[in-house]
């Protein structure tokens, strides 16, 4: 537990803090999650509707630092190219979370040849 009173305060306050950023992010998730509920549905007029009213929520939350500018943008890249990539008929499956990569290990690089050994210069002779 917190020993001074500064540190009492800066608990209470990150309580706070805490909570306020959790509404934040959850409506985030709504927001993404209406975004995907029109694309899954098929209607690219309503999807795209969608995403020009959420888009903004988005990156403000972004501007906050709730979460980082380059996810928010990887967020609506991802949700544009599926609006995108509707027909206006079929529904689209959106990958709202993929799996992480697998690293690929590490490629070496063949052997380089080794050079020619130099000529050893001989030795001069010791002149008495």
Request: hydrophobic share 45%; no cysteine; aromatic share 0%.
């Amino acid at each position: 537990m917190a020993n001074t009173a500064q540190a009492r305060k800066r608990a209470r306050q990150a309580v706070k803090q805490r909570a306020h950023n959790a509404s934040l992010r959850s409506t985030l998730r709504t927001a993404i999650k209406k975004i995907i509920k029109a694309v899954e549905a098929g209607d690219k007029v309503a999807a795209t509707a969608a995403y020009g009213e959420n888009v903004s929520v988005i990156d403000r939350i972004a501007d906050k630092n709730i979460i980082h500018k380059n996810k928010a943008s990887r967020h609506k890249s991802r949700l544009n190219a599926a609006i995108k990539a509707m027909s206006g008929s079929a529904p689209v499956a959106v990958a709202v979370k993929a799996a992480p990569k697998a690293k690929a290990a590490p490629v070496k690089a063949a052997p380089k040849a080794k050079a020619a050994p130099k000529a050893k210069a001989e030795p001069k002779a010791k002149t008495e």
